[in-house]
């Protein structure tokens, strides 16, 4: 079993930053950020190996950056450059021969 608690998010202006945290319970092999906007399906955001290999997707690739505590079983996701397009429900994940999903937390990225 793998819990994941986040944090962070809320509102900021184009062109601002945000930094989101997920505590995870359990050990998870890989753990991650996907997010969802209204009326559109869940999308990879960032993902992070417990080697450290990272993947993002296309559209957040120089903005945002993903980072790993092994130590304290968290994974943080640092958002820069924010538009309005990344204004979604932001969920942590976590795979452990199964997907295992944070509550989520609101981005909202006025322009």
């Known amino acids: 079993q793998v819990q994941l608690v986040e944090s962070g998010g809320g509102l900021v202006q184009a062109g601002g930053s945000l930094r989101l945290s997920c505590a995870a319970s359990?050990?998870?092999?890989?753990l991650g950020w996907y997010r969802q906007a209204p009326g559109k399906q869940r999308e990879l955001v960032a993902t992070?190996?417990?080697?450290?290999?990272?993947n993002y997707a296309d559209s957040v690739k120089g903005r945002f950056t993903i980072s790993r505590d092994k130590a304290k079983n968290t994974v943080d996701l640092q958002m820069n450059s924010l538009k309005p397009e990344d204004t979604a429900v932001y969920y942590c994940?976590?795979?452990?021969?199964?997907?295992?999903w944070g509550q989520g937390t609101q981005v909202t990225v006025s322009s």
């Open positions: 994940n976590g795979w452990r021969f199964r997907d295992y």
């Open positions: 359990g050990s998870a092999f890989r």
């Open positions: 992070i190996t417990e080697v450290g290999g990272t």
